[in-house]
């Protein structure tokens, strides 16, 4: 893995991340946060997130 591979990784990393902080932002706004999420609640979050990501890529 050469230099830019891996900054190109962390950088997606770091994204990600920041992409997750704003998404927990949201729901705790719709106060899904205020207890304990359920996994399917956090499981159509990131639902939610690969498929905006899918759309961007295509």
Same mark, same amino acid.
């Given at each position: 893995m050469n230099a830019s591979h891996a900054d190109r990784k962390e950088r997606k990393k770091q994204l990600l991340r920041e992409l997750t902080q704003l998404e927990i932002e949201e729901?705790? $706004? $719709?106060?899904?946060?205020?207890r304990t999420p359920h996994y399917s609640q956090l499981e159509r979050a990131a639902s939610k997130l690969g498929k905006l990501l899918s759309r961007e890529t295509q």
């Open positions: 729901l705790r $706004e $719709e106060n899904v946060f205020d």
